[in-house]
C-alpha cells in the first residue's frame, strides 16, 4: 500500500516553508513526523500533490521554561515531552498524555505540533491542550501570531491555523503550584487513540476549596472541548467523592456526541461521565 | 502527474547505500525492494502491526510509516544487522532460548522494538516490556514467552554492562586491567 505520487520538498526554514506553501497555492501539505499524514495517504483517504518537509527545521524542536508557561517547539516528538524534566516537573500531565499516545514507534515519530494541528477528534493532547489553556504560535505569510486553544478546534481535522501558516510552538500554562492533575484515557483497543480522554487540573485554595478547575475532553466529540459546566460546578466546593460525582455529570453538557460503530453518542456521553469521575478521583489523594 | 526522482543516502547496518527513489516509497520498501534486505515485513496498511519495525538513528520506528527520503541521510539497522547464527544479538538469543516465535512472521519487528526498548530502559520491569511492546502484534505467541525473551535478553545485556562498567572502573583507578 503506497501513497500516490506527490512532489517533496525539504525547508530548511519556516519562512521557507511558508513560502513554500504560498507558492503551492492549496496543493501542498506540511510534513512533520508523518504518523497522521501518512497512514491516511497510504489509505488514499488524501493524496496531496506536494509535501512539504519541515521536519529537519532544528528551530521547531525543543522545550523551555518561560515566566509561568513552558514552550514546546511543535516538532518536539511525543517521546521527548514524556521523558523531559522540565515537562515531568511543572506540566506533568503533559507528560503523562504523551506517554499514553501509541505505543513507542510512534512516540518516537510523532510530533506535539502535528498531533495539535492535525486535530483527530481522538487524540490526546487536544485536551491537555485546553487544560493547560495552551497558546499555538503560528508563523505566516503576515507574520507572526498568536492563537488560543480554546477557539483552535473548529472540528475533526478542521482548526483555526490561517492558511499557508505553520505552527510554530505550543506554549503551556503552568498550573499553580500545589495544583493536582491527571490525564485519563480509554483507549480504543484496536488503534489506541481516546475513545474518551479526560485531562483535569485542579487548584484548591488555603480555605480547602477549589479554586481554579479546568477539564479539557477528547475523543468522545467533534473536536475536543472544555467541560466548562463542571469547572464551575467544582469551584468554591471541597473536592469530595460527592462533589465529583455531581460535577461529573455535568461534563457533557452542551456537547453533541459522536456516534460510529465503536460507540454510540449515549455510551460516549457514558464513559465521559465515568471517565472524569474516575480522573477527579484521582485528585483526591 | 511527474514527479522528480530524490537522491537517498542512508546507512543501512553499517554500509552507506544510495539510490534515486521516488518521494513517495516508504522505507520499508526501499530496504526490502531496494536492497534486498527482507527481513523487515510488512503486515498491515494501518501502521499498527509493527513487523516493519526498524531503528533509525537507533529508534525505533515504524519503517512502513516513514517515507525513504525522510530517511535520508540516518543510519538504518535492520534484523540482518542486529547478529549472525555465530554471534546472536542478546535478543536473538533469548527468542532462541525462550522460544518466543512460532510462525516468525512478528519476529523481526518484535526484536528491533525490544532492542529500542532496551536502548531506552536496560531494565524494564514486566509491565514495562509489556507496555514497550504495545507497537507490535503477534498472532502466535501470546506474548508470554516473547516477555520472557526479551527479559532474557535485558538481564544477558545489563549483565555485560556490568563487565563493561567495572572494566571501566578499573581503568579509571589507574591500577592497570585484570
Ligand atoms: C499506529 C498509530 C497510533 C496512534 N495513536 C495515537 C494516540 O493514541 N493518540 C494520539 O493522540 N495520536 C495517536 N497517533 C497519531 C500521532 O500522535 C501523530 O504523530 C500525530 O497525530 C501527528 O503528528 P506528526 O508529527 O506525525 O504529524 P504529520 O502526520 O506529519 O502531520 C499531520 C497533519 O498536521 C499538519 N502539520 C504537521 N505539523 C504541522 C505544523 N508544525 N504546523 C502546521 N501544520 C502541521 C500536516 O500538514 C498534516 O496535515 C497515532 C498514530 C499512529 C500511526
Ligand atoms: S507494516 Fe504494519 S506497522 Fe508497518
Ligand atoms: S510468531 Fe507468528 S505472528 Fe508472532
Redesign the pocket.
Known amino acids: 500500500m503506497i501513497p500516490s505520487a506527490f512532489d517533496y520538498t525539504r525547508a530548511t526554514s519556516v519562512e521557507e516553508a511558508v513560502k513554500l506553501l504560498q507558492a503551492a497555492g492549496g496543493e501542498a501539505?506540511?510534513?512533520?513526523?508523518?504518523?497522521?499524514?501518512?497512514?491516511m495517504m497510504k489509505i488514499k483517504l488524501t493524496s496531496p500533490g506536494k509535501l512539504i518537509d519541515?521536519g529537519r527545521i532544528k528551530e521547531l524542536s525543543g522545550i523551555r521554561k518561560e515566566g509561568n508557561r513552558l514552550v514546546v517547539g511543535?516538532l518536539t516528538t511525543?517521546r521527548q515531552v514524556a521523558a523531559d524534566p522540565l515537562v515531568r516537573k511543572y506540566a506533568p500531565v503533559l507528560a503523562e498524555a504523551a506517554s499514553q499516545?501509541?505505543d513507542i514507534q510512534?512516540r518516537n515519530?510523532?510530533?506535539v505540533?502535528?498531533?495539535l494541528?492535525?486535530a483527530?477528534p481522538a487524540?490526546?493532547?487536544p485536551a491537555v491542550a485546553l487544560a493547560l489553556e495552551a497558546e499555538f504560535e503560528v508563523q505566516g505569510p503576515d507574520g507572526k501570531e498568536t492563537l488560543d486553544a480554546g477557539g483552535f478546534f473548529l472540528g475533526p481535522l478542521i482548526t483555526a491555523?490561517p492558511e499557508n501558516s505553520?505552527?510554530t510552538s505550543v506554549s503551556f500554562a503552568i498550573p499553580p503550584e500545589g495544583a493536582k492533575s491527571t490525564y485519563l484515557k480509554y483507549?480504543h483497543p484496536a488503534?489506541?487513540?481516546?475513545v474518551v480522554g479526560v485531562a483535569a487540573v485542579v487548584s484548591t485554595g488555603p480555605d480547602g476549596m477549589v479554586n481554579d478547575a479546568r477539564i479539557g475532553i477528547t475523543g468522545v466529540a467533534d473536536t475536543a472541548y472544555r467541560a466548562e459546566e463542571a469547572e464551575r460546578a467544582l469551584v468554591g466546593k471541597k473536592l469530595s467523592e460527592q462533589t465529583i460525582l455531581e460535577v461529573a455529570a455535568l461534563a457533557s453538557e452542551g456537547q453533541e456526541m459522536a456516534s460510529d460503530l465503536f460507540a454510540s453518542a449515549e455510551y460516549r456521553r457514558h464513559l465521559t461521565r465515568v471517565y472524569t469521575i474516575r480522573a477527579l478521583k484521582r485528585l483526591l489523594i | 502527474m511527474e514527479t522528480g526522482k530524490v537522491n537517498v543516502t542512508v546507512t543501512v547496518n553499517g554500509v552507506r547505500r544510495s539510490a534515486m527513489v521516488e518521494p513517495r516509497m516508504l522505507l520499508v520498501h526501499f530496504l526490502r525492494d531496494g536492497l534486498g534486505l527482507v527481513g523487515t515485513h510488512i503486515g498491515c496498511d494501518t501502521?499498527?502491526c509493527g513487523a516493519c519495525t526498524v531503528l533509525l538513528d537507533g529508534e525505533a520506528v515504524k519503517s512502513c510509516?516513514v517515507l525513504a527520503v525522510q530517511a535520508d541521510g540516518s543510519d538504518v539497522t535492520t534484523v540482518e544487522g542486529l547478529g549472525d547464527m555465530e554471534n546472536l544479538h542478546p535478543v536473538q538469543e533469548g527468542f532462541w532460548e525462550k522460544h518466543g516465535l512460532q510462525c516468525g512472521f512478528c519476529t523481526p519487528g518484535v526484536m528491533m522494538t525490544a532492542v529500542g526498548l532496551l536502548k531506552q530502559n536496560l531494565n524494564p520491569t514486566e509491565e514495562e516490556i509489556r507496555e514497550g511492546l504495545e507497537g507490535v502484534l503477534c498472532r502466535c505467541t501470546g506474548y508470554q514467552n516473547i516477555v520472557r525473551a526479551v527479559q532474557y535478553a535485558a538481564a544477558r545485556m545489563s549483565e555485560s554492562e556490568g563487565h563493561r562498567e567495572v572494566a571501566a572502573a578499573g581503568d579509571d583507578s589507574g591500577e592497570g586491567g585484570r
Open positions: 501539505k506540511l510534513l512533520a513526523g508523518g504518523h497522521s499524514l501518512l497512514p519541515i511543535a511525543h499516545i501509541g510512534v515519530r510523532g510530533t505540533g502535528g498531533n494541528a492535525h483527530d487524540s490526546d493532547l491555523l505553520i505552527l483507549p488503534s489506541g487513540y481516546a | 501502521s499498527q510509516t
